[in-house]
């Protein structure tokens, strides 16, 4: 080299030389740019592997190192490489190798680790965990370890050497991770903490050629350092990594994770389901779990793990080797990556406690069990569409259903989550020809046919590889109908012949002001006049017609008169409409009526001749009622034209102990009470609204207010300033009809007459005390010209309800558990038997009272019947539980 120089310098410049060595600097520097070896990383070991599958076509493998073999090492993996690779796994998670803690404060758990770059005694040494890898590899698997970044053991040498890498107290003292007392908590806010274990990472990604992480507890540490830690990870350009979030964090997948854990599948879908909810749930699960995925992020789903095993096994949750294999197949197919844990492929049946080192799974327990999990996992790798497809829920309460697509090739998946037989009613485009996709035989799904499936059974149908059938011909059923606008019909098209490849059809109507029509055929009326539906076939457009005539919607409105102590939230709440099926019932309390002034509300019925209703603010409620024409409903009467608006009602208030005194204005701002108050109007009283329950208590003829501002041992009646609380009143039920008047302001004051003094007092009164019991009787209505002169009963005021017999039943809707029934007119220690009954009229309650009692009935939400039987007394209420 020196020769060569000397020959060439007459040639060259300083300056060339310069410029040579400058440039040749600076090609070395990107070199490492693109390719960042670190002082710190050991060599590279082996050749890194180049067939890491993308994130979307992973089917990952969890080995349980201590419970895999009798000896609970790496060489008793790597022996049974060959059957792993066999389900049709790709991606090996390996559970920790690392050294254990043995100090007294540690535990011998994989995941209280006193060293990130060491492989534990137990487990073996870094010879042979590279004799795995190397094995994985040369079969076609990666290998990702379990990494944990959030703690260490407590006689990690970080302990002594760099305690300010740890969490402390205010006192210096390192803090446990919460809630494992076995583990000192890392602190992500030391920067060189943070260096030192992305610094551990990349010493296995160099000393033993791994291809990733599946990261323990992810989301524990802040997101920044997963960002930090990935970045500098994925500058290894020569290794794809798989970076595994364990964790259901959201925004994982923001930090640069690959895969997200699918805690909330497992916990808020297919266990929940197991247990008897909804299949519904998972596409709710599954839109949230991919709330902030990228195209190839993914959600790795799981019938079982080494922390479920802990608790519960998966025939635990899902009761058989058959319910087991249907909940992986949908976590298979629907969208994400599957996930296996050592054990069941033959139908490991045993929790394996933490820390994992009292139980040993016995590979010859069921060794036939494994077929299943691997043709699953095999149709997976073979099938882009299950893979990378776009995915349409057509699932119902029992049974998971959907179609995959990718390009022309489709999946079919319909799965029986039940063990019970169901049924499931294939929808318009699910029909077509198929063959089984595990079996190759041949299937045709009719639109509108009903599937039946045995317990747990499942269908998985492609289109590959199916002959072409062309269509022929469509027809429409009906060809033709009546209908009325804003009600909808259904259009069915059947397609010929019934195995044509493409049962799809297109609608269209001709004429949308009209009638239109969905993608699914159902029509929808707009205005009267016809219109012509057509179904064209997507394959050979073959068409066919429906005419549609519509003619004008029949309408009836309800109007209804606000009491003045019910709120302004005023529903309607409606069932058994009819026709049959026109209108749905209705949900409790309904659905809000609108405002038409001066206190009336009002809702229309369309398309319906008749229907049961009940009026309601929410906690106020009319009977049950029954409307088949436009009226108006007021105080309790139904008017077939309009009554007019009501004027203010005004109320005598009558004691219990006398019942001959009725409270009136005396004038001089006191509260006194007389007799024969006939038509005076210093004897009426309006109640006003006040709010959250309360009412004020204004006289008819002096226009002042019922209030005890001044405390002055009576009851005051003058004028008042607004909002005063000592002026609002709560009428609160006492017994038999009759209620207290308990003041806002000073709760333990209730109007009383107990010292008989010619004045109303507030002070004294204790509950049971009939001079403390009043009720408001003989209104008078004061209706305008024109109107009714219907009179509302005292009941009616109190309840806010019109019921025959004088029966009052409260809270309804029920909520607690319990509510109160009160006959105030029956004979003293008449006994009544009380029924509740659920709609279909079983019996499920009975008790005798004397009057008036609480009712607790403990009943689940919903809609019962009370019947009230004594003598010739015989009535029935609704009842709604909340």
Not at 545 to 559: C, E, R
Not at 677 to 704: F, H, I
Request: proline content about 5%; charged content about 10%; glycine content about 8%.
């Amino acid at each position: 080299m020196k020769r060569t120089l000397t020959l060439l310098a007459p040639a060259w410049s300083k300056k060339t030389f310069y410029c040579i060595y400058v440039t040749i600097s600076l090609l070395c520097l990107l070199q490492l740019q693109g390719n960042p070896v670190r002082a710190q990383d050991p060599p590279q070991y082996g050749t890194p592997y180049a067939a890491v599958p993308d994130p979307s076509d992973v089917n990952m493998y969890q080995v349980h190192i201590r419970p895999y073999s009798a000896a609970g090492n790496l060489a008793g993996v790597t022996a049974r490489l060959d059957a792993i690779k066999a389900l049709g796994t790709n991606v090996i998670y390996l559970m920790p190798h690392y050294p254990n803690g043995t100090d007294s404060r540690s535990s011998i758990s994989p995941y209280c680790i006193k060293d990130f770059k060491g492989v534990g005694a137990e487990y073996g040494n870094l010879t042979n965990l590279r004799a795995l890898v190397d094995g994985a590899h040369s079969r076609g698997m990666a290998v990702i370890l379990d990494w944990v970044a959030n703690q260490t053991s407590w006689d990690h040498p970080w302990i002594t050497q760099h305690p300010d890498w740890y969490v402390r107290d205010g006192n210096g003292v390192i803090q446990p991770l919460n809630p494992f007392p076995d583990v000192a908590a890392l602190n992500f806010g030391s920067s060189a903490m943070r260096t030192e274990m992305i610094n551990s990472m990349r010493y296995w990604i160099f000393a033993a050629n791994v291809d990733g992480f599946r990261c323990d507890y992810a989301n524990y540490a802040p997101l920044d350092f997963w960002t930090q830690a990935i970045n500098n990870l994925r500058g290894i350009t020569s290794h794809k990594l798989l970076m595994f979030a364990e964790g259901d964090r959201l925004e994982n997948f923001n930090a640069g994770f690959d895969m997200n854990f699918g805690d909330k599948w497992y916990y808020d879908a297919i266990r929940q389901i197991a247990g008897g909810a909804s299949v519904a749930q998972i596409q709710t699960t599954t839109n949230t779990e991919y709330t902030f995925a990228g195209a190839s992020q993914q959600v790795v789903r799981y019938t079982a793990n080494h922390d479920t095993e802990g608790e519960a096994t998966p025939f635990s949750v899902f009761q058989n080797h058959a319910g087991v294999v249907v909940n992986f197949l949908v976590s298979a197919y629907m969208r994400g990556v599957p996930f296996l844990t050592s054990g069941q492929e033959v139908d490991h049946n045993q929790t394996i406690p933490w820390p994992y080192t009292s139980v040993k799974i016995n590979w010859s327990a069921n060794p036939g069990a494994a077929a299943d999990f691997t043709r699953v996992l095999n149709f997976r790798t073979s099938s882009t569409a299950i893979r990378r497809g776009t995915m349409t829920n057509y699932s119902n309460t029992n049974v998971c259903a959907f179609t995959k697509i990718s390009g022309s090739e489709k999946v079919v998946v319909i799965a029986n989550l039940r063990n019970s037989t169901q049924t499931f009613t294939i929808p318009a485009a699910l029909a077509g020809s198929y063959v089984d996709a595990y079996t190759g035989t041949a299937v045709t799904l009719t639109s509108g046919a009903t599937q039946s499936l045995t317990n747990f059974q499942y269908r998985v149908l492609t289109n590959a590889n199916v002959p072409t059938v062309p269509v022929t011909s469509v027809s429409v059923s009906p060809a033709g109908i009546s209908i009325k606008a804003a009600t909808n019909t259904q259009l069915t098209a059947t397609v010929a012949p019934a195995n044509a490849t493409n049962q799809s059809v297109n609608w269209s109507s001709g004429n949308t002001a009209v009638a239109t029509v969905n993608a699914s055929g159902l029509v929808t009326a707009i205005a009267a006049g016809t219109a012509v539906i057509t179904a064209t076939t997507v394959d050979q457009g073959k068409t066919a017609t429906s005419t549609i005539t519509v003619t004008p919607a029949t309408t009836f409105t309800v109007n209804f008169y606000k009491p003045t102590t019910w709120g302004t939230g005023i529903k309607i709440y409606w069932w058994d409409a009819q026709p049959t099926g026109t209108l749905p019932n209705g949900t409790w309390p309904g659905v809000s009526m609108t405002s038409s002034g001066n206190g009336w509300y009002t809702y229309t019925f369309t398309n319906i001749t008749s229907t049961n209703l009940i009026f309601n603010d929410g906690t106020n409620q009319t009977t049950d009622l029954t409307r088949n024409k436009t009226g108006w409903y007021l105080n309790g009467v139904w008017y077939d034209n309009d009554p007019g608006t009501p004027g203010p009602t005004y109320y005598q208030i009558q004691n219990r102990w006398q019942p001959t005194w009725y409270l009136y204005d005396g004038g001089n701002g006191q509260l006194r009470y007389g007799t024969n108050p006939g038509t005076n109007q210093a004897y009426q009283w309006l109640q006003e609204d006040a709010g959250s329950g309360y009412v004020l208590l204004k006289n008819r003829s002096s226009g002042k207010y019922i209030h005890v501002e001044n405390q002055n041992g009576a009851v005051q009646c003058s004028t008042i300033t607004p909002g005063w609380y000592s002026a609002m009143w709560a009428i609160a039920a006492a017994t038999d009809g009759w209620s207290y008047i308990q003041n806002r302001w000073q709760t333990g004051q209730w109007i009383n007459v107990e010292g008989q003094l010619g004045y109303a007092q507030y002070s004294g009164a204790q509950a049971g005390w009939h001079s403390a019991m009043w009720k408001f009787v003989n209104p008078t209505t004061g209706l305008t010209a024109g109107s009714s002169s219907t009179i509302q009963t005292a009941t009616a005021v109190e309840d806010n309800i019109t019921q025959p017999g004088d029966i009052r039943l409260y809270p309804n809707p029920s909520t607690g558990g319990h509510f109160f029934i009160n006959i105030p007119a029956l004979q003293e220690n008449k006994l009544v038997t009380v029924s509740i009954r659920d709609i279909s009229g079983k019996l499920l309650f009975q008790k005798n009272i004397t009057g008036a009692a609480r009712i607790e009935h403990g009943l689940p939400a919903g809609l019962y019947f009370v019947s009230i039987q004594s003598g010739q007394l015989k009535e029935s209420r609704k009842l709604i539980v909340k």
